[in-house]
């Protein structure tokens, strides 16, 4: 069974600093998606972003970036010069490509991120 | 840009009612889904459908929940005799492919209160 492990349940930054979200993952199957999603206080889930288990190349995006490690199933996703605006719960979550395909995500817990000014 | 959205917004309702929540997936998605999120608690997969019929389901997803399509553009999600424990925040999505490749967009939710 996909499980979603995100151990942090709080983060407080100030404006500026750099933040780091971990993301832990479960999964016997060798082909799978990974996402990040943020809710913010009003409710919505906003798609971030998408990486496939068979690129693990990093990428930065903006002020996002995220690092996938297959060998320590985790994907951390990271917020540069974070802002008050970023301050929301970010959810990592898992698919994985079945022969049946329209995959159930499976989220983790979320991590609160508060960025005080 | 195209985006899924979700009515009512908020409902309330007596234990023991019935409530359909509504959805409508972006135009040429293929795929559609439930979600709900009880406060305070990570989003929790209900059921997946496509081309008229379920997909996959969970173990949530029991016989006082069903879905319909009832025509091209409306998604909804039926709960027969609702529970107090069915109040949650429910999320419609959808996604355009085929293969459970690509993205699923979220609805803004319907936050569902039952008293």
């Known amino acids: 069974a996909q499980k979603v492990t995100q151990a942090q349940t709080e983060i407080s930054v100030v404006e500026k600093e750099d933040v780091t979200l971990d993301c832990v993952y479960e999964?016997?199957?060798?082909?799978?998606?990974l996402f990040w999603y943020k809710q913010p206080p009003s409710g919505e889930l906003v798609f971030l972003i998408r990486?496939?288990?068979?690129?693990?190349q990093n990428e930065i995006s903006g002020r996002y970036s995220w690092n996938f490690q297959k060998s320590t199933s985790s994907f951390n996703f990271t917020i540069t010069a974070s802002q008050v605006v970023d301050s929301a719960v970010y959810f990592c979550?898992?698919?994985?490509?079945?022969?049946?395909?329209?995959?159930?995500?499976?989220f983790g817990e979320g991590t609160q991120l508060t960025v005080n000014p | 840009e195209p985006e899924v959205t979700q009515t009512p917004s908020h409902q309330v309702t007596q234990m023991g009612q019935e409530v359909i929540l509504r959805c409508v997936p972006i135009?040429?998605?293929?795929?559609f889904y439930w979600y709900r999120q009880i406060l305070g608690q990570k989003v929790e997969f209900l059921v997946s459908?496509?081309?008229?019929?379920?997909?996959?389901k969970s173990e949530i997803f029991d016989d006082q929940f069903s879905v319909e399509r009832p025509d091209g553009s409306n998604f909804t999600l039926k709960i027969r005799s609702t529970k107090l424990e069915d109040s949650a925040m429910y999320f419609c999505?959808?996604?355009?492919?085929?293969?459970?490749?690509?993205?699923?967009?979220f609805g803004p939710g319907t936050r569902l209160t039952v008293l």
């Open positions: 999505a959808s996604t355009l492919a085929v293969l459970s490749t690509d993205t699923q967009y």
């Open positions: 999964t016997r199957d060798t082909t799978y998606y």
């Open positions: 990486r496939n288990s068979f690129d693990e």
């Open positions: 979550a898992l698919s994985e490509a079945g022969v049946a395909s329209g995959s159930r995500l499976t």
């Open positions: 135009s040429n998605h293929l795929y």
């Open positions: 459908f496509y081309n008229n019929e379920i997909s996959e």
